[in-house]
């Protein structure tokens, strides 16, 4: 469960960290933030690259930074775009391997938040669970 005071901290830090965003080809900056199951958060932007394909999104930076710190369960994401989108199949997918379900707030540059869920964006989801 996340409390109001994580969920404002885990907005604020992905608005906060899309300044850094390294978006020179699409200009679309994205700023992500995860709360671990250790209550720790860590942040994440999107990262191009000259090779289009090699470009990684900011939700898959932060989860990956999250996991590299040792944590194994996500408890939230928060994402941050100009218009508040939501994250791409690909990263509903790799927040799945780490929630089977967890709240998501989706925030704009304006500040205007609203919260979704990993279920309700990835349904009838496949996770390591369907491997036993
Ligand atoms: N992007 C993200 O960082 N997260 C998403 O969920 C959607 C797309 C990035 C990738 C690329 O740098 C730019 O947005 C345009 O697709």
């Known amino acids: 469960m996340i409390d109001q005071v994580q ?22 900056r994205v700023g992500a933030a995860v709360l671990g199951g250790s209550g720790a958060m860590y942040s994440g932007v999107n990262v191009e690259n000259a090779s289009f394909g090699l470009t990684t999104c900011a939700e898959r ?17 928060a994402v941050c775009t100009e218009s508040g989108v939501t994250p791409c199949g690909a990263c509903r997918q790799v927040i799945r ?36």
């Open 61 to 77: 930076v932060a989860i990956f930074k999250a996991v590299s710190a040792g944590e194994r369960n996500i408890l939230a994401v």
């Open 97 to 132: 391997e780490f929630a089977s379900d967890c709240p998501l707030f989706v925030l704009d540059a304006n500040g205007n938040s609203r919260e979704t869920s990993l279920k309700a964006l990835l349904p009838e989801s496949f996770g390591r669970g369907d491997l036993e």
């Open 7 to 28: 969920r404002e901290q885990l907005e604020e830090e992905a608005c906060a960290v899309r300044d850094r965003a390294y978006a020179p080809y699409s200009k679309f």
